[in-house]
Every structure is written in C-alpha cells, then in structure tokens.
C-alpha cells in the first residue's frame, strides 16, 4: 500500500520565520520517488523536488531545503526566512517504480503573514 | 516553452448533462495525467496516456468517465450524466518518458473547475 501523510493541516508564520513541513510516507517498496508541488491561490500545481530513493542527501535550492531521511519515512520541507509569495497550500507525494501515478498526501496551508 | 494548458477553466453543468474538458499538454511530452482534486484533499490520480494509448485507469473512473487522446497530443476527458459528486478540481499532467532514463516529472495544468448543480 502506498500512503502520504502530512499531518499539519495549516501553519501561520510571520514573514521572515523559518518553517518545517512534514511528510511520512509508506511504501513496500524498495524503489520509489518523492516530490514535492506547491499549489498557489491560482490553482496550478508547481513542481519543486523530485528525489529518488537511493539518494538520501539533503537539497537546498535557495531558500528551501528537504531532509530525507529513509530511516523514518520522512521527507520535510523547510523554508528558511518565509516570505508573503510562499503562501499556499504544499503536497507531498510518492510514485512508486513502474507505477505512473503520483499518491498525494492531503497539503499542508502555509499562511505568511507580513 | 509554454506549460499545460486546460480547457474551460470553470463550468457550471446541471445534474445529468455531460461535459467534456480539453487538455494541451507540453510540446513533445508523450506522457499525459488526468487527476481529480476535491476541496481539502490531494489531487487523486484517474488515468494516463503513453502517447495515444490509455495504459493505467484508477478505480475512481467510473462508466461514465471517459478519456481520449486520439492522435497522442491532445486529450479530453468526458463525464456523462454529470453528479454533484462530480463536482471537483479536474487537472491535467504531462511529462516527457525515454527507455532506460530516470522516472520522469509531471508538470500540471491550471485545471478545471466543475460545479455541478
């Protein structure tokens, strides 16, 4: 069975903070993929990571880093000094080999206030 | 390059009439994703195409969903008898597969809206 959870529905930080979102995941198998979309007020789904399962180092990309860490099934995004343009709802989701279709956890909404 | 693009971006459809929605995926992908996301949840995966072939259908598909992409390019995806259970987000995927290469990425569309009434 492959699962995505992302257990923190709504965070709300000031501008400038540093924020962490969670995603557990569950898989039986050994080869998978994980990625990350943003999906702003406007709608559109915004691919921002892919990452396989053999490669568990870290990635930063500016302002934004993931830690992978197979050991827990884990795969967080941080943003680090959020801004207001960071506002909108973030997916986690897992692709399993020879499956094409992506299993999205439920989003996490990220409010940046100014 | 331009991105996906969907077709309508909002319909409004009475229980029981049909729809169709069209989806432009990105030049030369030859891969292509239909999702369905309702309000509060991830989108869910319905149905893809390799090229014109439609290979891998979700149980979410019922009878009365259909999907087409008749010359590998464009798609449509059809719902007859429309619901209100119908009413979601309607979004589309493409990406670009070769043999042998790392999995490939989706890139999505703006999506349709449907609101059944």
């Known amino acids: 069975a492959q699962k995505v959870t992302q257990a923190q529905t709504e965070i709300s930080v000031v501008e400038k903070e540093d924020v962490t979102l969670d995603c557990v995941y569950e898989?039986?198998?050994?080869?998978?993929?994980l990625f990350w979309y943003k999906q702003p007020p406007s709608g559109e789904l915004v691919f921002l990571i892919r990452r396989n399962s053999f490669d568990e180092q870290n990635e930063i990309s500016g302002r934004y880093s993931w830690n992978f860490q197979k050991s827990t099934s884990s795969f967080n995004f941080t943003i680090t000094a959020s801004q207001v343009v960071d506002s909108a709802v973030y997916f986690c989701?897992?692709?399993?080999?020879?499956?094409?279709?992506?299993?999205f956890g439920t989003g996490t909404r990220l409010l940046v206030s100014p | 390059d331009t991105g996906v693009s969907q077709d309508p971006r909002h319909k409004i459809t009475k229980r029981g009439q049909n729809v169709t929605f069209r989806c432009d995926p990105i030049?030369?992908?030859?891969?292509l994703y239909w999702y369905r996301q309702t309000l509060g949840q991830g989108p869910e995966f319905l149905t893809y195409?390799?090229?014109?072939?439609?290979?891998?259908k979700s149980r979410l598909l019922s009878d009365r969903f259909s999907a087409e992409r008749p010359k590998g390019s464009f798609s449509t995806l059809e719902i007859q008898r429309t619901e209100q259970g119908d009413s979601a987000m309607y979004l589309c995927?493409?990406?670009?597969?070769?043999?042998?290469?790392?999995?490939?990425?989706?890139?999505f569309g703006p999506g349709t809206r449907l609101t059944v009434l």
């Open positions: 898989t039986r198998d050994t080869t998978y993929y």
């Open positions: 989701a897992l692709k399993n080999t020879g499956f094409q279709k992506l299993v």
């Open positions: 030049s030369e992908h030859n891969r």
């Open positions: 195409f390799q090229n014109e072939a439609q290979l891998e």
């Open positions: 995927a493409s990406s670009f597969s070769r043999a042998g290469g790392p999995t490939d990425t989706q890139y």
